[in-house]
């Protein structure tokens, strides 16, 4: 069954450092989203992308964040200068489309920064 | 605004009981979906099933089951017979399709099985 897959696995930064999380949505999908989860908190939405766009982002995607889909196939997230509160577990998803379509999640970046 | 409640924190059962996790939701949407995920201690997020707004007909797999209830804007999840590997923080979401497609999440129901 395809899926979503995520690298690294766990990645460790130091602060002010730039990070690139990527993820390889399924092959057919269209639509790409990021979340956060801060250790033992809930998940969050990030943002969405369709069509090489930013389609909807959240109040915690700001100036720092930026996401690009560099080739066919790689979905990336961007943390320009990361801080000791950007430490959490990053998700990717991917759909077919929108409205009744199923996010397929991916197995999460663990980011630690120190 | 769109919101999802799970007011249990932290459930502790033994092995064989049967246990509901509760999920209240907010939305001022007719179309939405409602989702289960669980996320055992590797990390990841396991879909465990969708919802839509108009079926509100329970759903049986297996040792799991879901309650879904307008009325009472409540989604809840019950583990029959559970076991050890049920062990895991199991989120309840939600999504408004005809406003966008994010998925708003719960905090979560951190769900310890005893052996």
């Known amino acids: 069954e395809p899926e979503v897959t995520q690298t690294p696995s766990h990645q460790v930064t130091q602060m002010g450092q730039e990070v690139i999380l990527r993820c390889v949505p399924i092959?057919?999908?269209?639509?790409f989203y990021w979340y956060r989860q801060i250790l033992g908190q809930k998940v969050e939405f990030l943002v969405s992308?369709?069509?090489?766009?930013?389609?909807?982002k959240s109040e915690i995607f700001d100036d720092q964040f930026s996401v690009e889909r560099p080739d066919g196939s790689n979905f990336t997230l961007k943390i320009r200068s990361t801080k000791l509160e950007d430490s959490a577990m990053y998700f990717c998803?991917?759909?077919?489309?929108?409205?009744?379509?199923?996010?397929?999640f991916g197995p999460g970046t663990r980011l630690t920064v120190t | 605004a769109q919101k999802v409640t799970q007011a249990q924190t932290e459930i502790s059962v033994v092995e064989k009981e049967d246990v509901t996790l509760d999920c209240v939701y907010e939305?001022?949407?007719?179309?939405?979906?409602l989702f289960w995920y669980k996320q055992p201690p590797s990390g990841e997020l396991v879909f465990l099933i969708r919802r839509n707004s108009f079926d509100e007909q329970n759903e049986i797999s297996g040792r799991y089951s879901w309650n879904f209830q307008k009325s009472t804007s409540s989604f809840n999840f019950t583990i029959t017979a559970s076991q050890v590997v049920d062990s895991a923080v199991y989120f309840c979401?939600?999504?408004?399709?005809?406003?966008?497609?994010?998925?708003?999440f719960g905090k979560g129901t951190r769900l310890h099985i005893l052996p």
């Open positions: 092959s057919n999908h269209l639509y």
């Open positions: 998803a991917s759909s077919a489309g929108t409205d009744s379509y199923e996010q397929y």
């Open positions: 939305t001022r949407d007719t179309t939405y979906y």
């Open positions: 979401a939600l999504s408004e399709p005809l406003r966008d497609d994010k998925i708003i």
């Open positions: 992308f369709y069509n090489n766009e930013i389609s909807e």
